[in-house]
């Protein structure tokens, strides 16, 4: 119809501009404010790379200092919100719980719903302190503990290890290797230019819905197996190939044939036609913390075996499919003592920082209208109405 083109899943629509991000799929580079994503792994720290994404710049020992504390002021949530995680049921998939905690955040911090002016620095830092106490109340509510409340003087990555796997009568016992593993992994997913989720976030923001319920929908949009599900689904993969005797040809085949829908979970990118830089980080660490913090050898063996057979195939060849960020990071999070269904919450802890990056590069920007695709209409043409008693 007219000059609408017809872009499936917006493979080819640049739908803003952004200063955020960089990634040359070709090339397997990803950048954040121009830093490649290799040196920020191995320097940085998940909230200096967050302030970096956030505000474009490093931050100096002072700025970061002061950010830190800001942040670490709102971990602790209202008494309420415990009710209300207590609420759900024990079996509730953590994905759900984290959406429906945001949106219950939003109902206390930011109370005058419908006005559009509101303190956005101050939303930053209430998502970033409490997101990792949602998460936590999840996972509690889940194996039945008791919540915890959190510690303002550890850093961020300790602070939710212990609200997670901690209890209140005993000191929680922290492993370095972790800790770090698991501030390199936010790191990682800090940010990811015009992913399904980050846009499902710009999409909501841009009608003047406010941030947290804009989050909210970007967790639910992150929640599905071709998005951050694929973590999940690539540790359940690997089980079904195991539990099948660890033939992982058989399962490469069974992927090529076609005849169901079965794909090989964290493999495959919109943007790389090249390893995914974020997999070759992790798949370094995957096999640091495996090998010495008693994970699953025999999973991560597979994985390696599995990755080989693929990247020698030609289907996989042809069409350029090589291992995302997914495809390893289920092993470690399993190795830090993460059920399976808590992984795409930590991959939503690590996206947070971009997602509110980009709410607040389009809420600033002139340019900004709000979002609404085009469609090719190919219903009916018109019809007249026809009265029930002669239908059929
Ligand atoms: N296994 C088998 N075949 C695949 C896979 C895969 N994982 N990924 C793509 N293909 C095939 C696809 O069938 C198509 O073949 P053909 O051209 O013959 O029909 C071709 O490769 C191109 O794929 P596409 O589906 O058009 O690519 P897309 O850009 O629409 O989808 C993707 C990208 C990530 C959704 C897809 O590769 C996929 O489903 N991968 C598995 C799920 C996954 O690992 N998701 C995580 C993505 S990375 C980070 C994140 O967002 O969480």
Redesign the pocket.
């Known amino acids: 119809t007219g000059d609408t083109t017809l872009d499936v ?1 917006f493979a080819n629509t640049a739908s803003c501009q952004s200063a955020i991000t960089f990634i040359d799929g070709d090339a397997g580079i990803l950048r954040y404010r121009g830093y490649p994503i290799e040196q920020l792994a191995e320097n940085s720290s998940f909230l200096e790379v967050s302030y970096l994404v956030l505000f474009g710049e490093l931050p100096t020992r002072d700025q970061l200092d002061a950010f830190s504390s800001d942040i670490a002021k709102h971990h602790l949530l209202d008494e309420r919100m415990r009710e209300m995680f207590r609420s759900l049921p024990r079996k509730s998939h953590p994905m759900p719980v984290l959406s429906a905690g945001l949106n219950a955040l939003s109902t206390f911090a930011y109370s005058k719903w419908g006005e559009g002016a509101y303190d956005l620095d101050r939303a930053t830092k209430v998502l970033l302190g409490s997101l990792p106490t949602l998460a936590a109340y999840g996972y509690k509510n889940s194996v039945g503990e008791p919540f915890l409340y959190p510690e303002r003087q550890l850093s961020y990555i300790e602070n939710f290890l212990r609200m997670s796997f901690g209890l209140p009568t005993h000191p929680y016992p922290f492993d370095d290797a972790i800790t770090r593993a698991l501030d390199v992994l936010l790191i990682l997913h800090a940010d990811h230019e015009q ?1 399904c989720s980050t846009s499902t976030v710009r999409m909501v923001g841009s009608s003047g819905a406010n941030i947290y319920v804009s989050v909210a929908a970007g967790v639910s949009a992150l929640s599905g ?4 599900g ?1 973590n999940q689904a690539v540790l359940e993969m690997l089980q079904g190939i195991r539990a099948e005797g660890g033939d992982v040809t058989s399962y490469v085949n069974k ?1 090529k044939d076609r005849k169901d829908t079965t ?8 943007i790389y036609k090249n390893y995914d830089p974020r997999a070759a980080i992790v798949k370094k660490h995957a096999d640091q913390i495996l090998r010495t913090h008693g994970g699953n050898d025999e999973l991560l063996d597979l994985a390696l075996k599995l990755e080989e057979v693929a990247l020698s195939d030609s289907y996989f060849q042809e ?1 350029k ?1 090589y291992p ?3 495809f390893y990071t289920g092993l470690i999070y399993q190795a830090m003592g993460f059920p399976q269904n808590m992984f795409t919450v930590l991959f939503a802890l690590g996206r947070l920082p971009g997602w509110i990056a980009h709410f607040r590069e389009q809420a600033s920007d002139p340019a900004t209208k709000i979002n609404r695709p085009r469609q090719i209409y190919v219903g009916e043409t018109e019809r007249s109405y026809v009265p029930m008693e002669q239908r059929g």
Not at 225 to 228: A, E, F, S, V
Not at 263 to 270: E, I, W
């Open positions: 899943g992913n197996p071709l998005h951050g694929a992927v794909k090989l979970m964290g493999f495959g990118h919109r069409r499919l995302n960020v997914d």
